[in-house]
């Protein structure tokens, strides 16, 4: 039975595993800590324990160098050294981006690289330009720019003051290619440049990008596509949800996680005799209100999960909607909240009043972004996260 009392609803705990280093079994690792919590009766069926993507990618040893990456960009466009390849909006991230366009700009030492960007932000929100430039040079929305047109006082990212159009091309002809810049919401404007090859580079839109571009005669992959497979390092996600290392490695995101997963959800269910579900979880699906920087720059929140997450729905009453509409009809407090306990469990049709402004989401997004949000980017030093009371209402 949990320690925790029964007025305590959702509660989220980091959970501190020490140092994880490549070939460190983390299944095991959590199995350990996931012990002493079930000591401190703080387990019990129906938790959910989230173990970020990092941790895992680094125990896998999954790193790729800039060099690994030239080479697949050139076998999977067939392209030489001398070639011309773009690249279609990029996101503007040191973190998650600067050593990728390493990568992609060392496959074409003695060609050129053109790099169109999307304005006024990238994807996930990180602003290009100010809101509303193109109006003072008497453009639509979306409509070709040029740096020239920009001018030498360029804008800066609002929160890290980087001035992204300089570092892009800075990494580009530190690798011997010449570098080209556009600014065009148009992903078909590229297509003009009759280039060798083209790198999708935005996140999630990168499927409904592509095909376009593929309609139209492009050769061009995504960033999903390289170092995807083979070799010693790779995931399925490509370099998608990669983040910088040290040095010019690149860590990419874990591969596998579904089976990982269950692995920890067997081990736990042998050795602790609990029914617990399982996600390897990256960014958060949030938006941060004061910038309007969309911080999901993984592919999506969560990497990998148990069956039993699958597919499942965050969704149920409307408590305000119940206590506001029983007030109203005359009843006193301890008959409305006997009848909200009553009707807890009941599965409701997603259009009914009862369920009115509580808008389905994927138990996934969501447990993925809360384990997140206590594990923080600055690493708390805590890589699992147990997760109670989500999934069973008490």
């Known amino acids: 039975m949990s320690r925790l009392p029964d007025y305590i609803g959702v509660s989220a705990f980091g959970l501190k595993m020490g140092v994880i280093v490549p070939g460190s079994d983390v299944v095991s690792m959590v199995g350990e800590v996931l012990q002493k919590c079930d000591q401190d009766g703080l387990l019990d069926d129906g938790d959910t324990v989230c173990v970020t993507e990092s941790v895992v990618a680094r125990a896998q040893n999954n790193y790729v160098t800039i060099e690994d990456i030239a080479a697949d960009v050139r076998n999977k466009l067939q392209i030489g050294p001398a070639g011309r390849i773009g690249i279609l909006f990029p996101i503007l991230s040191r973190n998650r981006f ?32 100010p809101f509303d430039f193109h109006e003072t040079l008497g453009k639509c929305e979306g409509e070709l720019i040029l740096l020239e047109d920009i001018g030498e006082e360029r804008f800066l990212h609002p929160i890290t003051q980087v001035d992204y159009i300089a570092l892009y091309e800075e990494i580009v002809n530190e690798q011997g290619a010449a570098c080209q810049m556009i600014l065009c919401n148009d992903p078909l404007h590229l297509a003009s440049y009759e280039l060798d090859g083209v790198i999708v580079a935005n ?72 029914k617990v579900e399982v996600i390897i979880y990256g960014d958060g699906a949030y938006c941060d209100p004061s910038t309007g920087i969309y911080e999901l720059a993984d592919p999506q929140p969560a990497f990998g999960m148990t ?28 008959t409305i909240a006997q009848h909200i306990h009553a009707r807890k469990d009941e599965q409701f049709d997603r259009s009914s009043i009862e369920t009115e402004g509580t808008t389905p989401r994927k138990s996934e997004d969501l447990l993925s972004s809360l384990a997140d949000l206590v594990s923080g980017s600055a690493d708390a030093g805590t890589p699992c996260i147990l997760i109670k009371g989500f999934l069973q209402k008490k």
């Open 98 to 129: 600067s050593l990728i366009l390493k990568g992609l700009a060392a496959a074409v030492p003695q060609g050129e690289v053109v790099i169109q960007f999307s304005y006024p932000t990238d994807e996930v929100g990180n602003q290009l330009l």
């Open 203 to 274: 996140i999630h839109q990168r499927i409904r990008v592509q095909a376009k571009l593929v309609k139209n005669g492009v050769n061009c992959i995504t960033l999903q596509d390289i170092c995807s497979g083979g070799g010693k390092s790779w995931s399925e996600w490509g370099v998608l949800g990669s983040n910088l290392s040290s040095g010019d490695k690149l860590k990419l995101a874990p591969r596998d996680c579904d089976l990982l997963a269950d692995q920890i959800q067997s081990l736990v269910a042998k050795d602790l005799n609990k």
């Open 307 to 334: 069956a039993g997450l699958r597919g499942k729905y965050r969704e149920g009453l409307k408590y305000k909607y119940v206590v506001d509409k029983m007030l109203d009809e005359g009843y006193d407090i301890d």
